[in-house]
């Protein structure tokens, strides 16, 4: 097994301290965010042309985490079996044999790694290379000038950049309404479930309940259970629905949704229910959508959009982001214990009791509901609403009128390069954007297999303007 406590200041090419005195500097990108889409753009375009001075800037000590796979817990398993999560679109069997000779031997193309481990193997990937040069810092501000942009960083720093990339990753839940700010200054209720501060001075069997019943929940169900919690758990979600489990199924190459499909919920529901009526599995159904899901979605009028945002979201993310079987194993478990409950309804409020303890309010359709716990824990997932999330940086380019959000309200506007579409509709040649903020104008855009395919096409994009302007 890889040992996960890598001690980063080997590597002092690969990291470096923002200096105390403000200095100028110059770089060919800028990539702000070093997750694991960071990352992969730093890798593609270094590959290509290691003489691209190429900066990322990112707070954290190492590359390549992001918020899913910094997890210190190895029971947080990828949703995604091994053999396809390659980094590399061209290699598929690329982390499978990475996996074998790095961690377990035993590794199978079906295998579901742990998300630390799988961080790890992003590090490996970009580890050999001469740069990028990494910043410990914050991005403040972004000043879109001309053919290049100009970045100030939290320490004061100024960094000029002919391209600027924006891999800013998953922000922060937005914020609950009806949590009492009482509630949040006892420390009963938690706003990030992803916060250490969130686990710590928890008794073994006090009550948790958990807002929300997605693939977050699952995780802090594993995280609490993993830190000797054994109290019982009650999740709340609007629709009461977990994610489904992944079985082993044949693949379909032939999307069940064909192009051309009438651009409508009705018409595409229709061809998945045909398809599954005639007796293929629906995960198979339903995984033969992976390679136009995008396409199909741009193809909806906006209001076919938003309906499918308000009526089938939930029911897609449940069968399309499974929990590998070793996960629902144990969620089953808890089920068939009583220490896990569900429940469907909307959180009212959240209160702080006089014993200090939280109550809260739950609506459903059969009536109100009132519940007690000594810790409420936010797992509703990220913010996409980017302005009202905290990031000072977005606030600048928006100020600016230098980024817009997508049509539906969320995300960034991009075009289908990645290139940002500001508050005018121009389309920018200094920024871009991979990750979740492309959820803007994208269906799909957190997955290893998207984010792969945009940090290759967004690296391309970059040389050839570089090229042009050498």
């Known amino acids: 097994m890889i040992d996960l406590t890598i001690n980063d200041t080997r590597h002092g090419r690969w990291t470096s301290r923002v200096p105390t005195r403000p200095e100028a500097r110059s770089v060919d990108i800028a990539i702000i965010g070093g997750g694991v889409s960071g990352a992969l753009v730093a890798y593609h375009l270094l590959v290509a042309n290691p003489r691209l001075r190429v900066a990322i800037i990112d707070p954290r000590e190492q590359l390549g985490l992001g918020l899913a796979y910094s997890t210190p817990s190895l029971r947080h398993l990828l949703n995604v079996p091994a053999g396809k999560i390659s980094c590399l679109e061209h290699d598929p069997d690329h982390f499978v044999r990475w996996l074998k000779a790095n961690h377990d031997p035993h590794a199978t193309a079906d295998s579901f790694a742990p998300r630390a481990i799988f961080a790890r193997y992003v590090q490996a990937l970009t580890r050999p290379l001469t740069g990028p040069h990494h910043l410990r810092a914050q991005v403040i501000d972004c000043e879109v000038a001309g053919d290049g942009a100009v970045l100030t960083l939290d320490g004061g720093e100024r960094l000029s950049a002919k391209r600027v990339v924006l891999a800013t990753g998953n922000f922060e839940p937005a914020a609950l309404r009806g949590v009492a700010a009482s509630a949040v200054d006892a420390r009963v209720y938690h706003h990030d479930a992803w916060k250490p501060q969130t686990y710590q001075n928890l008794k073994p069997h006090e009550r948790v309940i958990l807002i929300g019943t997605g693939l977050t929940a699952v995780d802090v169900l594993l995280r609490l259970r993993e830190i000797g ?15 489904h489990r992944h079985e082993l199924s044949a693949t379909n190459s032939e999307a069940v949704i064909p192009a051309g499909t009438e651009p409508t919920c009705l018409a595409y529901l229709r061809s998945l229910r045909g398809a599954i009526k005639a007796g293929m599995p629906w995960r198979c159904a339903v995984d033969s959508l992976r390679a136009t899901c995008n396409d199909l979605w741009r193809a909806l009028p906006l209001h076919e959009q938003r309906r ?22 144990a969620v089953e478990r808890e089920l068939q214990a009583g220490s896990l409950q569900i429940r469907k309804g909307r959180v009212a409020r959240v209160d702080l009791a006089a014993d200090r303890s939280a109550t809260v309010a739950i609506a459903g359709s059969h009536g109100a509901e009132c519940f007690a716990a000594e810790r409420v824990i ?44 500001d508050a005018s509709g121009s389309i920018s040649d200094v920024l871009f954007s991979v990750g979740p903020a492309r959820m803007g104008t994208l269906f799909e855009s957190i997955a290893v297999p998207e984010l792969r395919g945009q940090a290759v096409e967004v690296a391309r994009t970059l040389r050839e303007a570089c090229a042009k302007h050498a």
Request: with cysteine.
């Open 378 to 421: 936010n797992c509703t997932g990220p913010n996409m609403n980017y302005r009202t999330v905290k990031s000072a940086l977005l606030e600048s380019l928006f100020s600016r009128g230098s980024i817009s959000t997508g049509p539906l309200g969320l995300g960034l506007h991009t075009d289908a390069r990645g290139a940002i579409i």
């Open 229 to 243: 919690h054994r109290g019982a758990i009650t999740a709340v979600s609007r629709h009461g629905l977990l994610p």
């Open 308 to 329: 499918f945002r308000r009526h089938l979201q939930r029911r897609w993310d449940v069968a399309r982001h499974r929990m590998a079987p070793q996960i629902a194993d």
